[in-house]
């Protein structure tokens, strides 16, 4: 998407004393996914579809 | 679709087309931006009938004028009869027209097509109807844009079956037209709108709400990213503009009936039903522009001329149960969505009848502020509602019209279509300003996977070590009690209601005190933590999630203009 969100309200402070490896800690997962039907039209979709079509990734998209 | 009409795509003149039960409507596109063609008469909405006198055949609005002198010989109101046995037709509307029949399994009508006095009357299957009128239409096109049109994206119906598209797909190949996609109309309503240039792409919730002439369809649709994916759809037989027809036709009848008191009834004869009709669509539209509009109408009954005039205010009133049945029916869909008004930001009104004011000012009242309504009256950028689905159908040839047909089967095919979308919104937890923890939402819930958002979240003001929670949220509507009202003040507001009768005719619910309803977000389930360390003061944090196609998930975070970066991902 061209333009990224800019949100106002801050994050919090890093609490005194937190450590993690890499400075990440991965806690749970996505809860949860409903299979739906994409409709096939427009650029963004075509764009999905050729992803989709030639497994590619994002990034590589970018390229 | 075996054995259907391709051509190759070097060969292609393409446009798109609505084939709606009341008008059907082209457009091509030049610079990437779609445009609407008038046809030889001048018509950007083409009435999808077609007539045949002395061996003529004549279409859209020309075929139309004959529905008053020739209505045996007039085949209006078929497309929805496509691909459809003839016990599940509904033929309502073809009363003062060529009726529907059964004739070897098929819906067929009954004309004289030939010059010949006394040549037989020819039998034409609604698919023979729906061939010979598209090739009109391929045929006006072809002569606007000078070289032979070879092939077209239609739009259908979200409850048009498999059978109903075969059929439709068919006919068109007979009018030798390559119909190189099928797309919902809804979608190509919102497509019209993203595809102009000032459109900026979010994510958000859109209802389209497409009223013609014999049915009212509305769709909620989750627009992440420009795809769009329909959530649930309502469609309505009953609340249309043909009732909007019948009720100034009732309102012009009694109106001459009391004028004229020994004079026949003007709906107890077909010509006079048909010219009552005809007057009455052009008085309902001109009310759409005007605060008055007139009536006339030539020898309407008995030989007597009539011509009279009506307000909006006295339609809007006459039109009221229309106008409502159309309310629920938006109301029911986005609960059927499992949504609430506050989570719609966008209604599209699109088809003929959604020009009509006051259904866009009703939709004003039923949605938050918020929510943008986009129709003629309400918003000034708002696109012709009649052209919307041309316009979409357009946009999608031009963007398909170098693909093998083979290739756009293939990116049409569930196995690409039909995907995971997430059920919960991800976002991250950030402060508002009493100190509370709040959810903001990156990658919206019902997007479809893989998909990846960015945003900017502002640091604490001091910078410094920083927390990045990425959390799932959803939202709930809080609904808060008005204060009750003190008794004397009560009693007072109810005569006040009973004073101004005409004010409270549309405003009902403004006199009692409404309760508050809010959309809240709640913070759910944590999915990890990360710290950016050493953020400057003033400074910003970006936020990156990339839902896979597994549905793992890779969060990445840093400061904004920074290096590096933390990065983690979940397993799905
Ligand atoms: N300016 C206007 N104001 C009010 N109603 C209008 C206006 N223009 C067209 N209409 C009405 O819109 C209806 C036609 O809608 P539309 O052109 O979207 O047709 P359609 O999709 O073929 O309809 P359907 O398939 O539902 O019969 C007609 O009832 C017509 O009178
Ligand atoms: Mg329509």
Redesign the pocket.
């Known amino acids: 998407m061209a333009t990224t969100a800019v949100v106002p309200t801050p994050l919090l402070a890093l609490p005194e004393g937190w450590t993690a490896e890499k400075d990440i800690q991965i806690i749970g997962k996505l809860s949860g996914a409903t299979q739906r039907t994409l409709e096939p039209v427009g650029p963004y979709f075509l764009a999905h579809a050729r992803r989709a079509r030639h497994k590619r990734t994002f990034s590589e998209d970018d390229r | 679709m075996s054995g259907a009409k391709v051509v190759a795509p070097a060969d292609r003149t393409v446009i798109g087309l609505?084939?709606?039960?009341?008008?059907?409507?082209i457009a091509y596109t030049v610079d990437d931006k779609a445009e609407v063609i008038a046809n030889e008469d001048g018509d950007r909405?083409i009435p999808?009938i077609l007539s045949y006198v002395d061996g003529d055949e004549y279409y859209g609005q020309q075929a139309k004028a004959f529905l008053i002198r020739n209505p045996d010989n007039t085949v209006a109101?078929f497309?929805?009869f496509l691909g459809k046995d003839f016990e599940h037709i509904d033929p309502t509307?073809n009363h003062a027209s060529a009726h529907p029949k059964e004739v070897d399994g098929t819906v067929s009508f009954t004309v004289k097509d030939k010059a010949e006095e006394d040549a037989e009357p020819s039998t034409l299957s609604v698919s023979e109807v729906a061939t010979r009128y598209l090739r009109r239409l391929v045929g006006s096109a072809s002569d606007y844009l000078g070289k032979k049109v070879t092939s077209a994206v239609v739009t259908v119906?979200t409850n048009f079956n498999d059978k109903q598209k075969a059929a439709l797909i068919a006919a068109a190949n007979a009018a030798d037209l390559e119909v190189l996609q099928l797309i919902s109309?809804p979608v190509a309503a919102a497509l019209a709108y993203d595809a102009r240039p000032e459109a900026q792409i979010e994510d958000k919730i859109v209802v389209v709400a497409?009223?013609?002439?014999?049915?009212?369809?509305v769709a909620v649709v989750a627009s992440r990213g420009g795809m769009y994916t329909v959530l649930a759809t309502a469609h309505d037989y009953e609340f249309?503009?043909?009732a909007?027809?019948k009720i100034l036709m009732d309102h012009f009848a009694k109106e001459f009936l009391k004028r004229n008191p020994s004079a026949k009834d003007p709906r107890e004869n077909a010509r006079g039903l048909a010219k009552l009709k005809f007057e009455s669509?052009a008085t309902?539209?001109?009310?759409?522009?005007g605060a008055n509009a007139s009536f006339s109408v030539e020898s309407l009954s008995d030989g007597i001329d009539f011509a009279s005039t009506i307000n909006r205010l006295r339609y809007e009133t006459l039109s009221r149960s229309v106008f409502e049945g159309i309310n629920r029916l938006v109301e029911s869909v986005i609960k059927k969505a499992g949504l609430d008004v506050l989570d719609v930001d966008e209604v599209i009104l699109?088809?003929?009848?959604?020009?009509?004011p006051r259904i866009a000012s009703n939709f004003s009242n039923i949605f938050p502020q918020t929510t943008r309504i986009l129709a003629p009256s309400t918003n000034p950028y708002a696109i012709n509602?009649?052209e919307l689905?041309a316009r979409g159908a357009a946009l999608q040839a031009s963007l398909i019209q170098e693909y093998e047909a083979e290739d756009i089967d293939q990116s049409t095919h569930a196995a690409v279509t039909t995907v995971a979308h997430i059920t919960n919104a991800i976002g991250v937890v950030s402060l508002n300003a009493a100190g509370e923890e709040i959810f903001v939402p990156v990658v919206p819930a019902e997007t479809a996977v893989p998909a990846r958002r960015t945003v900017q979240v502002a640091a604490p003001k001091d910078g410094g070590d920083v927390l990045v929670r990425f959390v799932e949220g959803n939202t709930h509507i809080k609904v808060t009690q008005p204060e009750p009202k003190p008794k004397e003040d009560k009693s007072a507001k109810v005569e006040d209601a009973a004073d101004s009768d005409a004010e409270s005719d549309f405003s009902d619910d403004e006199e009692e005190e409404e309760e508050k309803r809010e959309k809240v977000w709640k913070i759910g389930n944590t999915l990890a933590e990360a710290a950016v360390r050493g953020v400057k003061k003033g400074g910003k944090v970006e936020v990156t999630i990339q839902v896979n196609a597994d549905l793992s998930v890779i969060l990445t975070t840093r400061e904004v203009g920074a290096k590096g970066g933390v990065r983690g991902q979940l397993s799905a």
């Open positions: 609505t084939f709606g039960n009341s008008n059907s409507s909405q999808t109101y497309r929805d509307h119906p109309e497409d009223l013609g002439g014999t049915r009212s369809d249309n503009g043909v909007l027809d669509e309902k539209r001109a009310l759409s522009i699109s088809g003929g009848t959604a020009h009509t509602p009649s689905g």
